[in-house]
């Protein structure tokens, strides 16, 4: 069968390739479609990510593959089909008592793209990465073999597979251990920060909260240089919950959603209003402790306004997340917040987050600081953050593949410094590299 | 309430199922290939505590539908219809063995399997009966006239069987969707505005039966736009390119 030939982006906009796309509701129809050209193929499931680790000439979607295999409510395991999203995962978790042992902060992933960017949430400092939390997975190679994988089982492909953008086969089905909670409610702690020093201290003040992370105006300079508003959550117990809530404690009102529905002009976003931005931010969330909010608000605060991508216009935007290792402290954070607010390239949404230990082949984490900006795509962004590159090579960190639509080959050869080792084990399991991105293009991932 | 879906392997089935399952519905699915449903039923299982029978059926053994209804596990109250085959039209034109399958899989098959299920109904004088038709069969167009001609004797056969049984208190709901994002249109570039997805198809039965519908397009564009496609005169209409 033909398949259809499509504009796709991801959730970016940018940037936009035509692709084929095609999709299986089982994976007997796989070698089909991927035996019959000998082109490049990448899974997709729900668009998410921020730029091209999804994107090929042809695409298989896996979002028709969404169906859950086993629940096991004792011991709080979970198998199912990738294309699963987390929006149904909890949907179907949550007023059973289960949660998610890791998610991003949005719900509209699947759980293939999920273990993909082998994702990780507000708690990587006490909980590490999706992978950690996973049993057992099946993935399709090339040779349209399905693999049984786990830390113990094939585990080199495990390794390539958690964290390696799809580029090993194509992930079939994940089993994974879910977190027991008792409400749908975190009690919420959140602190207001002077400067970037102090957010530092208060990370490692509230290290023993299960979920912590900061928001951070990127554009004060000075003494206020960095000054955030930390959250610090747990889950709230029964017994924490007023009486009218105990009654139901898995039952949320649901939350006003707003919905973006245009592209914003690009006279919206400037240095001036992202500074107006910040300044309202900070002044309205005083430091406040033990508020009771739901889950949605939490975890989610940007899936109550839909499409707000398009918020950054239609030519789309990068989002840059770095991580730097603990040992750099806060030199290499303060040197690229400097070159920020020179270039005055304000970023509204920027969140900084502790990463606990993490050992891993391919995936982004490493224990230090990471932050996350967006930027509309404008004039001389590329340039700027190739700038910012150089600082983040030469302190030791590395940017996620998942929200990178950019960077070069040499800057990742540099900073992944497992690239060798993952070129060989997905080019082991898959001869002709039949699993190709316009990342792994880019970034000569392959070694071709 | 107890539903035969035949035909469920389907996209806009499978979305039906899966509503009916959520409101605590005993199902039958029915499909040639019943292993393709295992996963599906599974899913029903854990999501809503539901266990779906699967039985097998195929819809062109027309041998095989008397005792296929009659060992079902259960008698439904209301039997939905689904299968169907779009074909290819270019290869129907010159080869009959195509063009058979698309006449049986869309019309004969389901008049032999809904005739006892007629027969059945109105002798307990009760139950609905879907049948999933289409746009298609409004009016012959040179792209797909061999599945909407099948799926034109489907209409008539529906509106036949409503008229007959409306005495008997069985309610018959035909289903006209115009373009539905599915697996048989993947292919095909719809214009998103009047394509439904399964979820709504499922949605718009589900209304029809409760509101007693003799007739639905599901999304509401398509009666209008059927009303202009069959009001063209034919001097006409035989120039276009449709």
Redesign the interface.
């Known amino acids: 069968m033909s398949p259809k030939i499509k504009n796709i982006t991801n959730w970016n906009n940018y940037p936009i390739v035509s692709a084929n796309e095609w999709s299986f509701n089982y994976p007997e129809e796989i070698p089909s479609i991927i035996g019959q050209k000998s082109a490049a193929f990448i899974a997709r499931g729900n668009g998410r990510c921020y730029g091209d680790a999804s994107l090929s000439d042809n695409i298989i979607s896996t979002l028709k593959y969404q169906y859950i295999l086993s629940f096991d409510p004792v011991n709080g395991t979970i198998e199912c089909q990738a294309g699963i999203l987390f929006k149904d995962l909890i949907d179907f978790l949550l007023p059973k008592g289960w949660f998610l042992p890791v998610t991003p902060g949005t719900k509209y992933i699947t759980l293939g793209g999920a273990v993909a960017s082998d994702v990780h949430g507000k708690n990587h400092h006490k909980e590490a990465s999706f992978s950690e939390h996973i049993i057992s997975m099946e993935v399709m190679t090339a040779d349209t073999r399905i693999h049984i994988v786990s830390k113990e089982q094939n585990a080199d492909l495990f390794e390539a597979t958690t964290g390696g953008m799809g580029l090993s086969g194509i992930i079939l089905s994940v089993k994974f251990y879910l977190k027991k909670i008792e409400t749908a409610y975190i009690i919420q702690q959140q602190i207001r920060t002077k400067n970037l020093e102090e957010v530092i201290e208060k990370f490692e003040e509230y290290k023993d909260y299960t979920y912590t992370m900061a928001w951070i105006d990127c554009l004060k300079i000075g003494k206020n240089q960095g000054r955030s508003v930390m959250f610090a959550g747990e889950h709230a117990e029964l017994n924490e919950l007023s009486a009218s809530r105990k009654k139901d404690p898995f039952k949320i009102k649901p939350g006003k959603s707003l919905s973006v529905s245009f592209n914003f002009p690009s006279f919206a976003l400037t240095k001036l209003s992202v500074r107006a931005f910040n300044q309202l931010y900070y002044s309205t969330h005083r430091t406040k402790k033990n508020m009771i909010i739901d889950y949605d608000s939490f975890f989610y605060p940007l899936d109550s306004i839909s499409n707000w991508n398009r918020m950054y216009g239609k030519n789309g935007f990068l989002q840059y997340q770095f991580v730097l290792p603990l040992s750099d402290g806060s030199k290499g954070l303060k040197k690229i917040l400097n070159r920020i607010s020179e270039k005055g390239r304000g970023s509204f949404l920027a969140v900084l987050k502790m990463f606990g230990k993490q050992e891993s082949l391919i995936s982004f984490p490493m224990e230090g600081l990471t932050l996350a900006l967006d930027f509309p795509i404008s004039t001389g962004i590329f340039e700027f953050l190739n700038e910012l590159d150089a600082i983040v090579a030469d302190h030791g960190g590395r940017i996620y593949l998942s929200k990178d639509a950019r960077m070069n080959k040499d800057f990742y050869h540099e900073t992944y410094k497992n690239a060798g080792q993952f070129r060989s084990i997905i080019n082991k399991y898959n001869n002709d590299s039949k699993f190709e991105s316009y990342l792994s293009r880019r970034l000569n991932i392959h070694g071709k | 309430m107890k539903v035969l879906i035949l035909g469920a ?1 389907s ?1 806009m089935a499978r979305a039906l199922a899966n509503l009916l399952a959520e409101k605590k519905y005993d199902l039958i699915l029915a499909s040639r290939n019943v292993g ?1 449903l295992k ?2 039923a ?2 029903l299982a ?2 809503h505590n539901n266990k779906a029978e699967l039985v097998e059926f195929e819809a062109t053994d027309y041998a095989s539908h008397q005792n296929f209804y009659k060992n079902l596990p259960f008698r439904p109250d209301w039997v939905i219809s689904f299968f169907g085959y779009l074909g290819d039209q270019k290869l129907a034109q010159k080869d009959w063995t195509e063009s058979r399958k698309i006449i049986d899989s869309n019309y004969t098959g389901m008049v032999s399997v809904l005739n006892i299920v007629a027969e059945d109904m109105e002798t307990r004088k009760h139950g609905v009966i879907v049948g999933v038709s289409s746009v298609a069969g409004e009016r012959g167009r040179q792209s797909n006239y061999m599945y909407g001609s099948a799926k034109a004797g489907l209409t008539a056969y529906l509106s036949g069987l409503r008229n007959r049984l409306h005495k008997s208190r069985v309610h018959v709901l035909t289903v006209k969707p115009g373009f539905v994002a599915t ?1 048989m249109t ?4 719809l214009p998103k505005s009047i394509t439904a997805n399964p979820e709504q198809i499922a949605k718009g039965i589900l209304k029809g039966i409760k509101k007693k519908k003799n007739t639905i397009y599901v999304l509401g564009a398509w009666r209008g736009i059927m009303l202009i496609i069959k009001s063209i005169p034919e001097s006409i209409f035989k120039k276009l390119k449709l």
């Open positions: 392997t996209d393709r996963a599906f599974g899913d854990i999501r697996k993947e292919n095909m570039d």
